[in-house]
């Protein structure tokens, strides 16, 4: 009966997205647009200097670029934290908190089905500008590489996921979270790899960063399937974004339970 509960949950959150379809594949045609302009970026940049850029070719950063766009449409949640901190602030929780159900339970059951429609309706146009750049793409050459790299997508989505709910948990202390938002996303944005591969980074900060959870929410998950990390580095990067996912984990579930303690159950 549990499991049963939350695929009904599940199902929910398919057909939610679905009903906003267009509007998700809008989205996703309009990030190409910032991925065409790195890759006249990258050809300028290459063009002048003459020579690879962090051990870095041309194609080898445009394929980095095309695997964090898919990673991406893959695995981002899509607006969870404005949708958890709406049910805190306009009382919506209180028809879920007299039934037997958890809300992280919940609120991931819908996350998987908002990927699962996100990534159908537009895995086609991501696959297309693969197509597009197929000189540039090099699969890889190990087969247990796809079994790693499925490994590190599935726990980069968590991670992603447990952040995300934890500051939205915020909602509970603060009626505006979108400043709190703005900023773990700008660090998040430029820590994660989505301007430039963190190898490009002084080695100092390099290493910070790789005790840090943003670089496992995108950046480590393309770098196994790039394999440019393999054996004992690969298996401790797998160790430490595992690490992060329980503590996000936790996080979360002691900003919730914390929260409720105090909620005022206005509204719903």
């Known amino acids: 009966m549990t499991l049963a509960k939350y695929r ?22 309009f990030e190409v647009i910032p991925l065409l302009g790195t890759v006249f970026l990258w050809r300028a940049i290459f063009a002048s200097r003459h020579e690879p850029v962090g051990g870095y070719g041309f194609g080898s950063m445009i394929y980095y670029f095309l695997l964090t766009n898919l990673v991406t449409n893959l695995i981002t949640p899509t607006e969870d934290e404005w949708q958890i901190a709406a049910d805190i602030r306009e009382g919506q929780i209180n028809s879920l908190l007299v039934k037997p159900l958890d ?31 197929s000189r540039y793409v090099t699969l890889p050459r190990h087969g247990e590489t796809w079994a790693w790299g499925l490994l590190s ?11 995300t709910y934890a500051v939205a948990m ?7 979270i979108s400043t709190v938002v703005f900023i773990v996303y700008s660090f998040e944005y430029f820590l994660s790899g989505h301007l430039f591969p963190l190898d490009l ?5 390099r290493r910070l960063t790789d005790w840090l959870p943003f670089s496992y929410e995108l950046f480590f998950p393309v770098a196994v399937i790039q394999e440019s990390i393999r054996g ?3 298996y401790q990067g797998l160790v430490i974004q595992a690490v992060w996912v329980a503590v996000m984990w936790g996080v979360g579930q002691l900003m919730w339970r914390r929260g409720v303690r105090r909620y005022q159950a206005f509204g719903g």
């Open 8 to 29: 009904t949950i599940f199902g929910v959150g398919l057909q939610n997205t679905l009903v906003y379809r267009w509007n998700f594949l809008l989205r996703s045609v």
């Open 103 to 133: 809300y992280l339970g919940y609120r991931v059951s819908l996350f998987l089905g908002y990927r699962v429609t996100y990534s159908a309706l537009t895995l086609p146009l991501v696959l297309g500008l693969f197509v597009c750049f």
């Open 153 to 163: 997508l599935t726990l980069a989505a968590f991670l992603q996921f447990f952040v």
């Open 170 to 176: 915020l909602a509970f202390w603060i009626l505006e």
């Open 201 to 205: 980074l002084p080695g100092g900060v």
């Open 232 to 234: 004992p580095a690969l």
